[in-house]
């Protein structure tokens, strides 16, 4: 029954409709109450809505972008038929989250079955990702980004350890193309993008100049297979760049959010929307080195430990997971696994730095949620494989004692042999 259960034809579409079901069913609850429906629309949610009616209105201007240059297109885009089609129906918004959810989910499901060829670790991780209390809270009581970002880092994890571990051009072509959504998506995929592109040159570097019997590309392969992975990145994020290049000559404006890289405070941080108030001149007239360091080792503890030991509550199980794999990567890990954890750890400094001054926990969670997932996964699998060989030797052992014991008894050889043959086959097929 287990086996028939983790069938990927069959485990898949059963947890993707169990969870279609309970979170509509909690969307609709949530709908219908003074306190949901509050939940569904507070904070940054009026911002991708209005942008959302504009785009339902045929209007793609980005004029939005004059007035909220932090805001990126590509969610509101996906809101917009519901505002189009169905007026704005609070359920049918809610709904998008939901399906994005189930879109990560298969991504992880299958990506995990193709790099570690589990089905049990496949489930597992799958069963841990839709049972998290910060994938169950934005499939069904916020309109945030989160969904949206989470399916797309996946894809970037993915593609990025697929291209380290095959060294194939479109998997390099398929994270530019990922990166550039998932920037669409939110500020910090420009961060994905070129903590991915720095840990990826070094890691070709590290490649060209070791010493290997195997056939190495040419540098102008691998250049130009860097040169089109960012221009596929620049055509993708067009959408986010071009419109801030028009109002405010520069491609990355993104108004008052580098004003957290140079505060201490959420409220100093927060004013304005077009410009920056703060620049690194104002920190460092006003802070040593011990502020520096003080603010590096709080961002570490809060992002690396608190944030999500809390956010996954009770029993933070993939955490912990994740934080085995990692310590089994640095320790003696592949290559790959060691370039894919210094590309999770060097995308989450930015946040890390600015925890201090805007101590938000769904920003540097869903960040790093991805990363932990294929880390979980990995020492998952680990554990599956030295538990199955702690098994074979026991049973090995079993079987050994049991020839001793029949070799003694008859004191012949020949009339053994196929016994003990007999009873291996038995007890390994059971």
């Known amino acids: 029954m287990a086996a028939f259960l983790l069938r990927p034809g069959v485990f898949a579409p059963l947890a993707a409709i169990f969870f279609l079901a309970t979170s509509l069913a909690a969307i609709h609850a949530n709908v219908h109450s003074e306190m949901g429906r509050k939940d569904l629309l507070e904070g940054d949610t009026g911002h ?25 297109p590509l969610y509101p885009l996906l809101l917009a038929p519901g505002f189009r089609w169905f007026g704005g129906d609070l359920q049918i918004l809610a709904s998008v989250n939901v399906l994005l959810l189930i879109g990560a ?21 799958g069963f841990l990702f839709l049972h998290n209390p910060f994938v169950h809270a934005h499939a069904t009581r916020h309109l945030l980004t989160e969904p949206l970002h989470l399916l797309l880092a996946i894809g970037v994890v993915f593609a990025t350890l697929d291209y380290l571990e095959s060294r194939r051009r479109r998997s390099l ?40 019997s195997s056939p190495r ?18 055509l993708v994020a067009a959408p986010s760049w071009i419109p801030r290049y028009h109002y405010f000559g520069n491609p990355i404006h993104h108004g008052y959010l580098s004003n957290y890289l140079w505060t201490d405070t959420y409220k100093e941080g927060h004013v304005g929307q077009r410009f920056a108030s703060y620049t690194a001149k104002d920190y460092f007239e006003n802070h040593h080195l011990g502020d520096v360091v003080q603010r590096w080792v709080r961002g570490v503890g809060e992002c690396g430990f608190a944030i ?57 969670y869903a960040a790093e949620l991805p990363f932990e997932l294929v880390f979980a996964a990995l020492f998952l699998s680990q554990l599956c494989r030295v538990i199955h060989r702690g098994f074979l030797r026991i049973c090995h052992g079993q079987l050994d ?14 009339d ?6 007999h009873n291996f086959a038995a007890e390994t097929k059971t």
């Open 308 to 364: 999500p030991i809390r956010t996954e509550e009770k029993l933070p199980l993939l955490y912990f997971l994740a934080l085995g794999g990692l310590v089994a990567t640095v320790w003696s890990g592949s290559g790959s696994y060691r370039t894919l954890a210094a590309f999770g750890v060097l995308q989450m400094l930015p946040l890390i730095w600015t925890n201090l001054s805007n101590p938000t926990i769904r920003v540097p």
């Open 105 to 125: 989910f298969l991504l992880l499901y299958f990506g995990i079955l193709r790099f570690f060829h589990s089905r049990f670790v496949a489930a597992a991780i």
């Open 48 to 72: 991708y809505l209005a942008i959302a009616r504009d785009f339902a209105r045929g209007d793609f201007s980005m004029s939005y972008v004059e007035a909220r240059p932090h805001r990126q």
């Open 173 to 212: 072509l398929a994270f530019a193309a990922l990166a550039g959504l998932d920037y669409l998506t939110r500020p910090n995929g420009l961060f994905i993008f070129a903590s991915a592109i720095a840990v990826l040159l070094l890691n070709e570097a590290w490649r060209f100049y070791r010493p290997s």
């Open 401 to 414: 004692h049991k020839l001793i014991f029949r070799r003694q008894g008859s004191g012949s050889h020949h």
């Open 416 to 421: 053994t042999a196929p016994v003990c043959m």
């Open 217 to 234: 590309p040419s540098l102008s392969h691998i250049a130009g297979c860097y040169v089109l992975a960012l221009s596929i990145f620049a």
